[in-house]
C-alpha cells in the first residue's frame, strides 16, 4: 500500500531540514535562529504524515543566546543516527560556535552542547563511516583569503567523539561552479563504492541550489556532477510558485526509495511570509549520480512514496497519542483553551532566554507577564507563538485586559521579526491595530472597551492582506508584503502569537482564557 505525501511536507518556518532514518522511523529537525525551544524534531513512519516528538535543545543551559537577532541563533542541524546513539551538530553562531549533543532517545532528553575546538565555520554534519570512524564536514571562509562575499571552503576533519575534538582539517570543495557563492549545508553520503558531498549553492534565495560531487576516497579528490545543479528553480523566473529551493538531505526507505528533504519557499506576489519550509522529493541513481524527479526535474505538489500510511493521532505507539495530543499535528488548525492545559505542546516557540517567570498555567488560563522589554527589544519580551503555516488564517485570543496598569499592553501579535510585525492589542482602555515597519509603529486602527474583563482579539491574515478585529468589530485593514523576507529580510517566516508588555518598566500578570488558529 503506497502513501502520498503533499508538498510542503512541513508548511512553514520550518528551514534547513535534516533528515536520518533508523529501521521504519524518520526523524526531521529543522533549524530555529533565536527562538526556543530549540531545534524542532518530528517523527514518521511513511515520511507524509509527521507529528512533533520534542525539541532538542528544551534547556537555556544548551542554547545561549542573549543578544541574538532574530535571524542568529541556531543555524542549520544536522540529525543523525550511530550505534544505538542520536547525534545533532548545529552552529550556534552568537554564542559558542559548532557542538554537538547526544541522546539514547530522540525524545530526550538531550545532552548538554559538546562545543568543539577549532571547528570554525558554519552548517556542520556528521558522517559514520564503515570503518568506525566519524568525521565532520561545514564551511568556512576561503582559508587563502575572502576574495568575494560568499567565497567559502567545504573541509572535512575526523571527529574524536569522545574528546569532543576534531583532527587536522582538510579543503575537499569550493563549489560545483565557477566563482561559486556560499557553498554550504554539506552532507557525506557513502554509496555506490564512492564518497558523495551534496550541498547548497547561491546563497538561500532566488539563486539557491542542490550541487553534488563524489570521491572514492573521503579525503577526495572530488569531482562534481557533469549535471550540476540536480536541483534548483532559479531557472523558472520570479513569478514561480515555488522558490529558494535547496539545502538538501537524503534517506533511503527500506523498500530501497530514495527522497531528499529540501527547503523553499512558496511567495505571493513575490512575497515570503512563511519563511523556508521543508518539501520532499524523490531521486533515482543513473551512472552513479542522482536524478531527482526524473522527467520532471522539479519539485512536484505531491510524491508517490511505497509506504504503509501512517496517521499519528490513531497509531497508540506515536507520541502523539502516548501524551494524549499534548502537541498538535503540523499544519492542522490549533484550539488552545488554557484552563484545561498542564503544559504547553512543543510547537510553541518563545523568544531567546526568557525567565522562568515569564507564563504559568494556572488551571485558570495562560498567566502572561507583563515584562519591562516590549515586542521591539532584541531581548526575551514575553511572547508566546506558534509558526504561521498558511497563507489565509485566522488567530483570536481571549484575554481579561481588566488588569492591565499604566503603559503596559496585551494581544496578538504576527511577527516576522522585532523591527516587522503587525500587532492587535489592549492598551489604554483602547483596542488597537499596529503595524511596525522597520521598528516605527502606526495605528492603523481604534476602538475604545467599555468592558476589558473579556476581550476577544484576532488577525485575519488573507494572503498579503490583514484585518485586526475586537469583539467580531472591525478594527483596521493592513498589508503585510513589509513581513516577508524581501522586505523585512533574514531566515525566519512569521509566527503567531500572545504577548504583554510593560513598555519599559516592569508590570503585573495578564490572563490569556483561549487561542485559536483557524486556517481557510
Request: glycine fraction near 10%.
Amino acid at each position: 500500500m503506497k502513501t502520498t505525501a503533499k508538498n510542503p511536507i512541513m508548511p512553514g518556518f520550518y528551514p534547513d531540514p535534516s533528515i536520518c532514518a533508523v529501521g521504519e522511523d524518520y526523524y526531521l529537525c529543522n533549524s530555529t535562529f533565536s527562538y526556543v525551544p530549540g531545534l524542532s524534531l518530528m517523527h514518521s513512519k511513511d515520511l507524509a504524515h509527521w507529528e512533533q516528538i520534542g525539541n532538542v535543545l528544551t534547556r537555556h543551559s544548551q542554547i545561549p543566546l542573549e543578544g541574538a537577532d532574530h535571524s542568529q541563533g541556531l543555524f542549520a542541524p544536522t540529525i543523525r543516527y550511530n550505534n544505538g546513539t542520536f547525534y545533532v551538530i548545529c552552529t550556534n553562531v552568537t554564542h559558542g560556535g559548532n557542538f554537538i549533543v547526544t541522546a539514547e532517545n530522540p525524545e530526550g532528553p538531550w545532552s548538554e552542547p559538546h562545543y568543539l575546538v577549532d571547528a570554525d565555520g558554519i552548517d556542520p554534519s556528521l558522517f559514520f563511516d564503515d570503518d568506525g570512524k566519524c568525521y565532520y564536514i561545514g564551511t568556512h571562509p576561503n582559508p587563502d583569503g575572502v576574495k568575494y562575499n560568499g567565497d567559502w571552503y567545504i573541509y572535512i576533519a575526523e571527529v574524536d567523539l569522545e574528546n569532543w575534538k576534531i583532527g587536522e582539517k582538510k579543503n575537499v570543495w569550493n563549489g560545483a561552479l565557477k566563482g561559486c557563492i556560499w557553498p554550504e549545508g554539506p552532507h557525506i553520503y557513502k554509496e555506490n563504492g564512492y564518497y558523495y558531498i551534496m550541498h547548497a549553492e547561491g546563497g538561500t534565495g532566488p539563486e539557491h541550489s542542490v550541487m553534488i560531487c563524489r570521491s572514492k576516497d573521503v579525503w577526495g579528490p572530488y569531482e562534481g556532477n557533469p549535471k550540476n545543479p540536480i536541483l534548483t528553480h532559479r531557472h523558472l523566473g520570479k513569478d514561480y510558485p515555488i522558490k529558494y529551493v535547496g539545502h538538501g538531505d537524503i534517506i533511503k526507505t527500506p523498500n530501497d526509495e530514495w527522497f531528499m528533504t529540501v527547503l523553499a519557499v512558496r511567495p505571493l506576489e513575490r512575497f515570503t511570509t512563511m519563511g523556508r519550509e521543508t518539501f520532499l522529493c524523490k531521486f533515482i541513481w543513473e551512472d552513479d549520480w542522482p536524478v531527482v524527479n526524473p522527467g520532471v526535474g522539479m519539485l512536484t505538489d505531491t510524491v508517490e512514496i511505497d509506504l504503509p500510511e501512517w496517521n499519528p493521532e490513531k497509531d497508540p505507539t506515536s507520541y502523539t497519542s502516548r501524551t494524549n495530543g499534548k502537541t498538535t499535528i503540523p499544519g492542522t488548525d490549533k484550539d488552545y483553551v488554557f484552563a484545561n492545559m498542564k503544559e504547553l505542546g512543543d510547537e510553541f516557540l518563545f523568544l531567546r532566554n526568557y525567565p522562568d517567570d515569564m507564563y504559568s498555567l494556572d488551571g485558570e488560563g495562560l498567566r502572561l507577564k507583563a515584562q519591562a522589554d516590549d515586542i521591539k527589544a532584541v531581548a526575551s519580551p514575553s511572547f508566546v507563538s506558534i509558526r504561521q503555516q498558511h497563507h489565509y488564517f485566522t488567530a483570536t485570543a481571549t484575554l481579561d485586559a481588566s488588569g492591565l496598569k499604566g503603559n503596559e499592553s496585551a494581544g496578538l501579535v504576527l511577527l516576522q521579526n522585532n523591527l516587522y510585525n503587525l500587532r492587535a492589542e489592549i492598551k489604554d482602555n483602547k483596542a488597537l491595530m499596529i503595524l511596525c515597519q522597520d521598528g516605527k509603529d502606526e495605528i492603523i486602527g481604534s476602538e475604545e472597551i467599555a468592558d476589558a474583563k473579556d476581550v476577544t482579539l484576532s488577525i485575519v491574515v488573507e494572503g498579503l492582506n490583514t484585518k485586526a478585529l475586537v469583539n467580531g468589530k472591525l478594527l483596521g485593514e493592513a498589508g503585510v508584503s513589509n513581513l516577508s523576507t524581501e522586505v523585512a529580510g533574514g531566515f525566519v517566516g512569521c509566527c503567531i502569537g500572545l504577548y504583554a508588555s510593560g513598555n519599559g518598566t516592569e508590570g503585573g500578570y495578564i490572563n490569556f482564557k483561549e487561542f485559536t488558529y483557524k486556517h481557510d
